[in-house]
């Protein structure tokens, strides 16, 4: 499906975190390092004078220059501006995604060399201006983009591989549905999807580019600051340092929080000091509403889909914030099943982003692909008109 001079790539432009995966010689993806050692880039943007620092060094950033850091900008793609002035100036969404593609396209250069054609993810749920945002800030950062795919779908194609639908003579021919609840760091999507062989068939999808693990972790520098606010009277989130401080500690207490029942996170702010011990039930009630909020949306695409739950044969978790114990609770609950972890959380998205970069450049080759997806739009298309009688809006094909 590929050659060595062009390299099939897949990127999981992630709100939180991003990857990049390749496809080998023999047809495998698998996800690439950066520079730092790690197979995931996390997706903030220092903005330090007249340098940009992306990923890891940004990200501690947040601790101690807030005001200069973007964090969660593909939250915005799509609105003219990025919510804050970053050192005094103002930047389009799409302009800060793509230094972040910038840095992973450098990173994997370093591995594979040169390379431009890529497929780039975005969540099911974005509408045509966000996709269209994105697509331009891969152009920006020196790729051809051969194709955006949904999230969930990408996941799914990583699942076949993984489970041997793609293989030339695969393991099984008898259609497989599957939802994918994918709950990234700042979206989350849910794609029914049926797998008959090679052909990957999209029966309904919805979901939420406003909701994440960062909702999550936002419950929880809350929770922090509530915490202070009675024992001091001060508010550690006036303070934009202090507050991100919080953040990336409430981050790493909610992982915590995934495999132990309490865990204790620091505050310090105007030389008073804190520590705040919150336990897995206190977390899991202030965030009750966020899951309702993914509970309604997965039922809602079962439904629209045609189908109950005896009729999906798995359910596929994708993204780091599945791993929290709450959402498996929920899905068991709700569907009778256990979910199904077999692929990576972190890595599935970009691995079949890879598989799908893959296909498309055999067929800008002329060769065979090895397997077909059909989607479905998660917004209606048109043009918007407006009576001049009632003045009331109206989308017309």
Not at 47 to 54: A, I
Not at 123 to 144: C, L, S
Request: net charge negative; glycine share 8%; hydrophobic share 40%.
């Amino acid at each position: 499906m590929t050659t060595r001079s062009t390299p099939a790539v897949g990127i999981d432009l992630g709100t939180t975190f991003s990857a990049v995966a390749r496809l080998e010689e023999n047809g495998r993806p698998v996800t690439l390092v950066n520079a730092e050692g790690d197979r995931v880039t996390p997706s903030v943007v220092l903005f330090d004078g007249d340098d940009v620092v992306v990923g890891k060094e940004a990200l501690k950033a947040l601790a101690t220059e807030a005001e200069h850091v973007a964090e969660c900008s593909k939250r915005d793609v799509g609105h003219r501006v990025f919510h804050k002035a970053l050192g005094g100036k103002q930047y389009p969404p799409e302009v800060i995604e793509a230094w972040i593609l910038n840095k992973l396209r450098q990173d994997a250069t370093a591995q594979i060399g040169p390379f431009s054609q890529v497929v780039i993810t975005v969540p099911a749920y974005f509408d045509e201006v966000r996709r269209k945002a994105t697509q331009d800030a891969g152009y920006m950062a020196g790729f051809e983009v051969l194709d955006i795919i949904n999230e969930p779908t990408a996941a799914a194609v990583a699942f076949g591989f993984q489970q041997g639908l793609l293989a030339p003579e695969p393991s099984s021919d008898q259609p497989v549905k599957i939802l994918v609840y994918d709950l990234g760091g700042g979206t989350f999507d849910v794609t029914v999807m049926e797998i008959r062989g090679t052909d990957y068939v999209t029966l309904a999808t919805d979901g939420d580019v406003q909701l994440g693990g960062y909702d999550w972790d936002q419950r929880l520098a809350d929770l922090v600051a509530e915490g202070f606010i009675r024992e001091h009277l001060l508010d550690p989130r006036e303070d934009p340092s202090t507050a991100g401080r919080v953040w990336r500690d409430c981050e790493g207490a909610k992982q915590t929080l995934s495999s132990r029942e309490k865990a204790t996170i620091p505050c310090y702010y105007q030389g008073r000091s804190s520590r705040v011990e919150l336990r897995r039930e206190q977390f899991e009630e202030a965030t009750l509403d966020l899951l309702d909020r993914t509970r309604f949306t997965t039922v809602q695409t079962l439904r629209a889909a045609g189908l109950e739950w005896p009729q999906i044969d798995r359910v596929l978790l994708v993204g780091g914030s599945t791993r929290m114990p709450m959402v498996r609770k929920m899905l068991r609950e709700i569907s009778g099943k256990e979910a199904d972890t077999s692929v990576s959380a972190d890595e599935a998205v970009a691995q079949g982003a890879a598989l799908r970069a893959g296909l498309m450049l055999a067929k800008r080759h002329r060769k065979r692909g090895t397997f077909h997806i059909k989607n479905v739009n998660s917004h209606s298309l048109g043009v918007v008109g407006v009576n001049p009688k009632t003045q009331q809006r109206r989308n017309g094909i």
